[in-house]
């Protein structure tokens, strides 16, 4: 089945800084979306962007399906973006999810 | 537009009983589908229904079963209970089955501890 990475698995920042989060997909995908994850275990929905360039505030993201990756932008960081930011594409109809990366925004 | 609510939220149960999770999605999504989320193994996906149907069924034993009703709530069971089954379980709907392109809601799910 496809099988989805994600990098950095870990990242600490500083307040204010910028920082760029991946996702490496191993095969051709009808759709990808990215999530937050809150300490409560909701996930968020941030982008559902298949391909293209979509931004939202402080936060963008761009799709190369041709060349199977993705990448989260986070702009100007704040401690309320920590957590965990989840890639997940869509393959045989179900969303399959990367292992995460853990984002630590320190003030 | 209410989210996708799940009930309970939290949940403590003993090893061999059984235990019923609830999802309601989003008001006109069809599509209910349910992962569950562990330290060790990450986000796997359960099953997804769509008009009642089962349309979709992840790597889990038969214990795990579920069912949608015709108003497109959703509900899992899980049958005697294992250690392992200790897990934050997440239902998502989305305006049609997930083999198309349609965006997935998450509800803020069910942590179910097995003792």
């Not at chain 1, 990215?34 to 962007?49: K, M, R, V």
């Not at chain 1, 993705?70 to 702009?75: E, T, W």
């Not at chain 1, 989840?86 to 630590?104: E, P, Y």
């Given at each position: 089945?496809?099988?989805v990475?994600?990098?950095p698995p870990?990242?600490?920042l500083q307040e ?16 990808l979306?990215w999530?937050h ?5 909701q996930?968020?929905n941030?982008f559902?962007i298949?391909?293209?360039?979509k ?5 963008s993201?761009t799709?190369?399906?041709?060349e ?9 960081s704040?401690?309320?973006d920590?957590?965990v930011?989840?890639c997940a594409v869509?393959?045989?109809?179900n969303l ?6 853990k984002?630590s925004?320190k003030? | 537009k209410a989210?996708?609510?799940?009930t309970?939220?939290y949940?403590?149960k003993?090893r061999?009983?059984?235990?019923t999770?609830?999802?309601?999605p ?9 992962y569950?989320?562990?330290?060790g ?11 009642e149907?089962q ?9 795990f079963?579920g069912?949608?009703f015709s108003?497109?709530?959703s509900?899992?069971n899980?049958?005697?209970l ?8 997440l ?14 809601y ?6 179910l501890t097995?003792?």
């Amino acid at each position: 089945g496809i099988q989805v990475e994600q990098s950095p698995p870990d990242l600490i920042l500083q307040e204010g800084a910028n920082s760029t989060l991946r996702c490496n997909f191993s095969d051709s995908v009808n759709n990808l979306q990215w999530f937050h994850q809150n300490p409560w275990g909701q996930l968020i929905n941030l982008f559902y962007i298949p391909s293209g360039t979509k931004q939202n505030g402080r936060l963008s993201a761009t799709t190369v399906a041709t060349e199977r990756y993705s990448l989260l932008y986070i702009s100007s960081s704040q401690t309320t973006d920590s957590g965990v930011y989840f890639c997940a594409v869509k393959s045989q109809g179900n969303l399959i999810f990367g292992k995460g990366t853990k984002l630590s925004v320190k003030p | 537009k209410a989210g996708v609510t799940q009930t309970p939220r939290y949940l403590i149960k003993t090893r061999g009983q059984q235990v019923t999770l609830s999802c309601s999605p989003i008001s006109g999504h069809r599509s209910v589908s349910w992962y569950q989320q562990t330290p060790g193994q990450g986000l796997q996906f359960l099953f997804e229904y769509f008009s009642e149907t089962q349309r979709n069924k992840g790597n889990f034993p038969g214990r795990f079963s579920g069912r949608q009703f015709s108003n497109s709530r959703s509900e899992m069971n899980v049958s005697t209970l294992e250690l392992g089954d200790s897990a934050l379980y997440l239902c998502a709907s989305s305006v049609g089955p997930t083999g198309g392109y349609f965006e997935q809601y998450f509800g803020p799910g069910t942590r179910l501890t097995v003792t």
